[in-house]
């Protein structure tokens, strides 16, 4: 069992706890707002069955105590009195947080470039459809990697379909709940083309932009169509390494995407390309060429560093170093965070042969709520 | 006509267009990435055929004249040759840009408070149905105040989804495509009892959070269970006019919200309450009490400060000066930018009469794409 110490301070403002060897300080209505009583908390659901305004304005703590495992505390005026877990509050200590350099990462992410085994990051259609175990494996991979791939799945059309619904939902767009990826005469988009495709975040002229992206491959018997994915947030970071404020002035500002290629259809985000937290925490990437409007919302002093830094990042992007390359086959796909990860293809004949791939938008929060439930099971 | 001169400066890195009494300055890398001619954008769909590593590094204007309504413009070393309109030129500016305080809002974006007529917001179900004009007023109002209502609907089951068909998609979540708001035996939120709930946005501990949403009343015989919308915005700017750097404290740090109230759901979320764009635009609001987690991304030293200006958003938010109230009867809805405008209902007494409405969520792009288009029609 752990010894701990508790003490009240600033009169009765704080409460410090010491355990583990390290101080722990918590305000007195952040304790309060944070109950976990019956009365603070719905038993069932969790959620918090009061408002801050509840709460009086001069609340401290009057009296914290340690007894066995938990913290007893007292709070005044309401003279209301509570208990917390020790670990909980261990969890839960906001005191002496770590500085980070802009540009962090959540210790779940792991970047990667041109050297991560793709097969590691692979899993077999039937096999996450049958087993739970395999399912929170491969979408940990997503969590991690923000990319994964997918084997021996159904060469049927709208088959893409069945990989949602094993975590989460369908973003439906204008471009349908899916949509199809194949030479067209008259495109709308140019996905729809035998062109080859920098790689790029998908519709960042949409707000939200989808979070998660699936391409489904049905046929690819032309030569070429290769496809590639880029860890964006690792050329995010190796831009800033190499230049930290090219790498803040295209932080600092917002670009604009816009698309106008179909009838009844005009989108515009105005959104930057590296996207911070407002704790500096990298938490999204937009990169695309092909839509990417005129920017505007940078100052004329400051236009040539963004050029500048945007090149650079292109670059980086286009390194073979840092490209994960491909050739899918019929019931073949793969996935990708497309807050992060950049997806590209190489350019194809479409006289040697018909590729088709079918792709969908869904998004993160279910993927992380299947995963985190998968997890806890 | 306009009178108009272009020069080129700082050995042709620099094109300064003198145009209506203005002077423009653009970047020679900036407008060749920008040429508008169809080996630079695709003729059909106004996508980017090239990317920035297509341009050379070292590009200047060698030349540049007006010739009538156009400015034409050769670039070095490509010695390429294409043409701005003048009116191009000036519309996408960005020279001499205003200063702005934190917080400010896109020119579109009108905030409103206790005052506003609802009636002013308010369309006929069968109208906008029917007719393009008063749909894209009505959608005009959703992207003003971010909040409109509707009467005449039918009164079925699911009707909400119709309204959805109008200009966009449904955001399916494990609520479902939509869901039933009444009050349940063992509810897994608190939205599904008959207690009255502070004023909200939805979703919070959902990244991306759902961007619109809309409530559709069915039965509302109970006493009580009013409705009310609060402009967040609004709320937002007058904590900030009040206390600017509480307001800073907290667009500055990560909130954490939480939900964990039914089996296999487990969805978590770290945003800012306050959300602002990195040159400081307000572009979004979290606030919930039920779903509000522990907030551990404050600094110690900041922490007190953070709960001032939280409480004290709270008072605001909770103003009666603030809230837009009415009493939907069957039929009636109204929607929400859930990224902006709070929503609350007063309590009910659910021995007196029914209360049954129905919600879902569905996202900006689609509307603002929609309402673009039929503006442009």
């Known amino acids: 069992m752990t010894t701990a110490n508790v003490s009240v301070e600033q009169n009765g403002a704080v409460m410090r706890l010491t355990a583990g060897g390290a101080d722990h300080r918590f305000h007195a209505v952040w304790l309060r707002d944070n109950a976990l009583d019956d009365a603070t908390r719905a038993p069932g659901n969790g959620q918090r069955l009061i408002t801050l305004g509840d ?5 401290i703590v009057a009296d914290a105590a340690v007894t066995g495992d938990e913290v007893a505390v007292t709070f005044a005026p ?31 992410v792991q970047t990667f470039d041109a050297g991560l085994d793709a097969g590691a990051v692979t899993a077999s259609f039937e096999e996450i459809s049958l087993n739970q175990s395999a399912l929170a494996s491969w979408l940990g991979d997503v969590a991690r990697y923000g990319f994964a791939r997918l084997t021996d799945g159904p060469v049927t059309s709208g088959a893409l379909l069945k990989i949602v619904d094993l975590f989460g939902y369908v973003r439906e767009t204008n471009y349908g709940k899916w949509f199809e990826v194949r030479t067209e005469i008259n495109p709308s988009n140019l996905a729809y083309t035998s062109l080859g495709l920098q790689a790029h975040t ?31 947030f690792r050329a995010a970071q190796r831009l800033r390494d190499e230049d930290p404020d090219g790498f803040a002035c295209l932080a600092a500002h917002c670009a604009r995407f816009e698309y106008n290629g179909a009838n009844g259809v005009h989108l515009l985000a105005r959104r930057p390309m590296i996207e911070l937290a407002p704790d500096g925490e990298l938490i999204g990437l937009r990169f695309n060429n092909r839509s990417a409007a005129p920017i505007t919302d940078v100052p004329f002093d400051e236009m040539e560093r963004y050029y500048a830094a945007y090149r650079r990042l292109g670059e980086i992007i286009d390194d073979p170093a840092m490209a994960v390359s491909f050739k899918m086959a019929p019931g073949e796909s793969f996935i990708v965070d497309n807050t992060r990860v950049l997806h590209a293809r190489t350019g194809y004949a479409g006289s040697s042969g018909n590729r088709w791939l079918q792709g ?8 992380l709520s299947t995963l985190s439930a998968l997890r806890a099971a």
Chains 1, 2 share one sequence.
Do not use: M
């Open 202 to 232: 998908d519709n960042p002229y949409r707000d939200p932009a989808p979070t998660l992206q699936i391409l489904y491959c049905l046929e690819n018997a032309a030569e070429g169509g290769d496809s590639q994915v880029i860890d964006g």
């Open 360 to 367: 969908c938008y869904a998004d993160k929060d279910g993927l």
């Open 55 to 59: 709460i009086p304005a001069g609340t």
């Open 78 to 108: 309401e003279e209301k009195a509570v208990r917390f877990p020790l670990t909980w509050l261990q969890t839960h200590s906001y005191d002496q947080r770590p500085a980070r350099a802009a540009g962090w990462l959540a210790d779940d």
